[in-house]
């Protein structure tokens, strides 16, 4: 019930409860016209729903009003058909909502793994040009610059 709703409004909504204690009295003839007030007062609620129709719906067939139960079954069916169509876009929506969240934490830590990648490439270049510099340095210190110039080529194929 919202704020704004009149105190008659409220007073037709409440009375959908009271009959349903009289249709589980098994009083239907009595429980009919609460019934039908609550379930008009209650059709601008958000949260109406099909069971105030299908509860008219058995209070007619209790009565032995088959057109009238009938009329009110499919009712029932067309709005419970509806609300779970209206939950079946809703999950569709979410759905895709989660497995584009996912797609992109997934692109995000592929990145992330690419420039952990390059980064390990960086410091390895960097590393091999340092250890280039410092045999080519001792090389030119000793003299053996050709096992050195191995050394350096073995390592280079090792990175």
């Known amino acids: 019930m919202n704020i704004e709703n009149s105190p008659q409004e409220v007073a037709e909504y409440s009375r959908f409860p009271i009959g349903e204690v009289l249709y589980l009295q098994k009083k239907y003839s009595e429980a009919l016209p ?8 209650a059709k601008v609620l958000p949260a ?65 793994r ?16 340092v250890t280039k510099i410092a045999i080519t340095m001792s090389a030119r210190l000793r003299g053996t610059e050709e096992d050195l110039v191995a050394f350096y080529n073995y390592l280079s194929c090792r990175i």
Do not use: P
Not at 34 to 41: D, E, N, P, Y
Not at 56 to 85: P, T
């Open 34 to 41: 609460h019934l039908l007030a609550g379930a008009k007062a």
């Open 48 to 112: 109406f729903n099909s069971n105030y129709d299908q509860r008219i719906a058995d209070c007619y067939d209790k009565l032995g009003e088959y057109e009238q139960a009938f009329l009110y079954q499919k009712q029932a069916a067309e709005l419970l058909g509806e609300l779970k169509q209206e939950e079946i876009a809703s999950l569709k929506s979410e759905s895709m909502i989660k497995y584009d969240s996912g797609r992109k934490d997934q692109e995000l830590i592929e990145k992330e």
């Open 114 to 129: 690419i420039i952990e990648q390059k980064n390990d490439v960086t410091v390895w270049s960097e590393t091999l040009n």
